[in-house]
């Protein structure tokens, strides 16, 4: 019993010593998840399948949302290293080839951001009741945009990203439903009809990294 209570007293140290130091971090290479984009003018994206390959440099996302009156929906598979991005349309087996300028930048707290509040999502009362996560700020002069990040102070997955880009507005994405690894490493793989003469090969729009690749 005593044992145990010192165990637990210097467990409750090293977790104090560590929420007391917040440091700059990078995700886990390998992310699945959920995530929704609330976009300027009340616009929303919801990313139903969001799958990120940081060594291969890789992202697939399936989303579905509204842009006015009309429904969108979005199955788009963005392969850095090729500089290619694909949009897949299964209801009529097509694909779109579009060219992908657009530097892979990985899911991270970037070097010069300014940590700002460590804080608890939840509650503090028991435990598992709340969720420790570290608030960072800066500025992104390649995209012209400022932001504040929330990231999880343990895994340093991500929780909520806001960027303010200039000319644009505010995008804020919500994370959840994470899950570090990825089940099925296919998704990375474009359809077999994307090699086919459904294929329909277009020059694209110019995306300065990963975030307004995305967008």
């Known amino acids: 019993m ?8 210097i467990l409750s140290l090293l977790l104090g010593a560590f929420a007391q130091k917040p440091h700059h971090c990078k995700s886990p290479p ?16 919801v990313y139903e399948q969001f799958s990120y390959d940081a060594l291969e440099q ?4 399936v989303a579905a949302g509204k842009e006015g009156e009309h ?3 979005m199955d788009r598979l963005l392969l850095f290293r090729e500089k290619v ?6 209801h009529n087996k097509t694909c779109v080839k579009n060219y992908l ?3 892979f930048v990985p899911i991270a707290i970037p070097s010069d951001a300014k940590h700002r509040a460590q804080v608890v999502l939840g509650s503090l009362s028991a435990p598992a009741e709340g969720l420790l996560v570290n608030n ?23 929780v ?4 303010h880009i200039d000319g644009m507005g505010h995008f804020l994405s919500s994370f959840f439903d994470m899950v570090v690894g990825i089940d099925d490493p296919a998704v990375f793989i474009p359809p077999a009809f994307c090699f086919s003469k459904n294929l329909v090969e277009s020059k694209g729009g110019k995306a300065t990294n990963h975030f307004t690749a995305l967008l």
């Open 2 to 9: 005593q044992t145990s209570l010192v165990l637990t007293i």
């Open 30 to 45: 390998y992310l699945q998840g959920k995530l929704a984009v609330d976009f300027p003018e009340g616009k929303t994206m």
């Open 58 to 61: 890789r992202i697939r996302v």
């Open 71 to 73: 429904d969108v929906f």
């Open 85 to 90: 991005y694909y949009d897949i349309i299964y």
């Open 101 to 103: 300028d657009a530097a």
């Open 136 to 158: 960072w700020v800066g500025s992104d002069a390649e995209i012209k945009a400022n932001y504040s990040l929330t990231f999880t102070e343990f895994g340093c997955i991500p």
């Open 160 to 163: 909520v990203t806001v960027y």
